[in-house]
Each structure stands twice: as structure tokens, then as C-alpha cells.
């Protein structure tokens, strides 16, 4: 099942909202390395223990499940500011919790992707996010992300696909671009 903006749910525990307080004040200290499968193994615990809140977290940009293995993906731009893993690595982790809640049983992934690498052919910069994100398996870019989708060369056939279109449709692309040009 493959679905987009689809709400994690409504309901967090207070006792998973302290582990994830715990989590994020620990990497922001860097007392500790993001390591997202002991990450969600401490919110499993609490996901249904104690005292709810209601809550109103961001969408899933996509949401994937096949059986019990369950993917939520953010989706970003090629150049997210520092500052904002922070408050991606809170949305991840309360995606999870407040699944967990509702579906204690779903083997649960989050993850940030972006879908384009703007240094290609050299690699992602990711030195910006990694104190906050586990990037072995909390983060895909580029080819990771497609080929995670689609399967192996998935992100070859996508970029033949833009050239394609590109080099067909280059006249009225330049007509339409037209407009933007400033005149001095």
C-alpha cells in the first residue's frame, strides 16, 4: 500500500513524549550518536503505556506498507537548513510513537529523503545532519531514495526520462522561461 499526506495519528503518551524529549536533548548535547533502531525500540516500550495527549503532528509525505513493515517518509529539498534536523528528527520519532500507538504490531521505519543530489556526481554533504540523523538508515538521497521506490537503476531510468522530456520539449520550455528574463 503506497499512500501520500497521510496522518501517523493523533494520540501520543506522555511517556512517549519524555522518551522522545530524552532522545532529542541527548543528541543535542551529543551525549549520544543517533542510532534510529534503539531509538524506536525505546518508544515501542512507552508507545502505549500511561496517560495520552492528543496531538496534531505534520503529514506523511509518503507512507508505505507492505504486510507489518511499515516506511514513513518525509520528503525534503535538496538544501534543507541545519537548523531544521532538529525538528525533522522530532517529526520522525513522533510519527513513530503515535503509530505505535494505534498499530502496536507494524515493524516501523521513518526517514527523511531527498530526492536529488544538487552535488552530483560528487556525494550528499551530509556532515550538516549527522548529529541528529542516523544516516545509514534514517536518511536516502538521490539514487538511494529511487532505488529504494522502484528497485535497482530506478534512478537511472528516472534521469533518461527528464533528459528525454528535456531535449523534446526544449523550445517551449525556453518560450515559457522567457517571461522570467529581466531586461536592463
Known sequence: MV?????AGNIITKEAQRVIQD??????RADSKPCKDLEIQRILQVARNGEISKIKP???DLFLQKDDEVYLIDIKT???NKGGFKEFKRTLLTWVASLAYNEPKLNIH??????????EPKPYERWTMAGMLDLDSELKVASEFWNFLGGNSSYEVLLEAFE?????????????FKKFRLSY
Request: glycine share 4%; with cysteine; charged share 30%.
Open 110 to 119: 521513518s526517514l527523511i529523503a531527498i530526492p536529488y543530489n544538487p552535488y
Open 164 to 176: 528525454e522530456v528535456g531535449c523534446e520539449m526544449r523550445g517551449e520550455i525556453d518560450e515559457y
Open 3 to 7: 499512500k501520500r499526506q497521510v496522518e
Open 23 to 28: 532522545i532529542m536533548d541527548s543528541l543535542e
Open 78 to 80: 535538496a538544501k534543507p
Open 58 to 60: 505534520t503529514k506523511i
